[in-house]
């Protein structure tokens, strides 16, 4: 059997307070914290600066491959994970702890799923193919709101208000959207 490393995936960037993606192997340095490493197919593994390491039980997260994405506050000790899957997760590491955040009402079509995450102003921003969902800098649910724009992308907030725009299909390609930043009511679109 091969050694942990040879089987997981782990990121390859991640910036301070922003976004995490790309896993590969060998890990990815959590400043102050560790390094976090996928070992297994099931698996979400926090190697400790301090020379012991936690595994969390992560099969629904990864059930669709490692190809995972999320956001780190290193200054809090807290991650935000998602992935092709249904849910988005949050470890918090000053307790050690792995929690459903929410499921995802996610598109049927597995192809057409995806994920990301932005800072806007003090807070988290999920984006996703059906919808998104606003977290505090805590990493915990503050809203969601749906849309059926699967190719929709974020063009910034003006006036406490997060303006979209749909790049697919190509009929809808500069189509609007607008939420309210602090409730996640539509305004638009």
């Known amino acids: 059997?091969?050694?942990?490393?040879?089987?997981?995936?782990?990121?390859?960037?991640?910036?301070?307070?922003?976004?995490?993606?790309?896993?590969?192997?060998?890990?990815?340095d959590l400043p102050g914290w560790g390094r976090l490493a996928i070992p297994d197919e099931g698996t979400i593994r926090v190697e400790l600066e301090s020379g012991g390491?936690?595994?969390?039980?992560?099969?629904?997260?990864?059930?669709?491959?490692?190809?995972?994405?999320g956001w780190f506050e290193?200054?809090?000790?807290?991650?935000?994970?998602?992935?092709?899957?249904?849910?988005?997760?949050?470890?918090?590491?000053?307790?050690a702890d792995l929690a459903l955040i929410t499921s995802l009402r996610r598109e049927a079509s597995i192809d057409l799923r995806f994920t990301s995450f932005r800072e806007v102003a003090d807070r988290v921003l999920c984006v996703y193919e059906a919808g998104l969902l606003c977290m505090d800098e805590e990493g915990h649910l503050?809203?969601?709101?749906?849309?059926?724009?699967?190719?929709?992308?974020?063009?910034?907030?003006?006036?406490?208000?997060?303006?979209?725009?749909?790049?697919?299909p190509p009929e809808l390609a500069g189509y609007r959207l607008a939420f309210e930043l602090a409730t996640g009511k539509k305004v638009m679109g």
Do not use: C, N
Request: glycine share 10%.
């Open 1 to 28: 059997m091969a050694a942990a490393d040879d089987l997981g995936y782990a990121m390859r960037a991640m910036t301070v307070g922003k976004i995490l993606w790309a896993f590969e192997p060998h890990g990815l």
């Open 53 to 69: 390491r936690w595994d969390f039980p992560a099969e629904r997260l990864l059930s669709l491959g490692g190809d995972l994405v």
């Open 74 to 95: 290193p200054e809090r000790g807290v991650a935000v994970l998602g992935s092709k899957a249904d849910d988005l997760l949050r470890l918090d590491l000053t307790s």
């Open 142 to 168: 503050q809203w969601t709101a749906e849309h059926d724009q699967l190719g929709i992308y974020f063009e910034g907030v003006k006036d406490g208000v997060l303006w979209f725009s749909a790049q697919w």
